[in-house]
């Protein structure tokens, strides 16, 4: 079984990821943020993906990006 690794930052998103919108940021929110359909899926990365939640400050602090969802 793969282990899956939690971030140890007792829950908090950094700010440094919430500023603004990234390439990563406007991937995860045109796909409606599906995992299956990321581009870091096949990467074999061993943590939790934190991204929605990003997304969600995100929106909440920035607004919406200037793309369309897929």
């Known amino acids: 079984m793969e282990e899956i690794f939690y971030p ?3 829950g908090e998103i950094s700010s440094s990821i919430t500023q603004s919108w990234t390439e990563q940021a ?3 929110y ?3 943020c599906d995992c299956s359909k990321c581009s870091l899926k096949n990467g074999n990365y061993s ?3 934190q991204m929605p939640k990003v997304i969600d400050i995100l929106i909440g602090s920035v607004g919406k990006p ?3 969802p897929a």
């Open 66 to 68: 200037r793309i369309n």
């Open 30 to 32: 045109s796909i409606k």
């Open 26 to 28: 406007m991937e995860c």
């Open 47 to 49: 943590f939790k993906c």
């Open 8 to 10: 140890q930052n007792n």
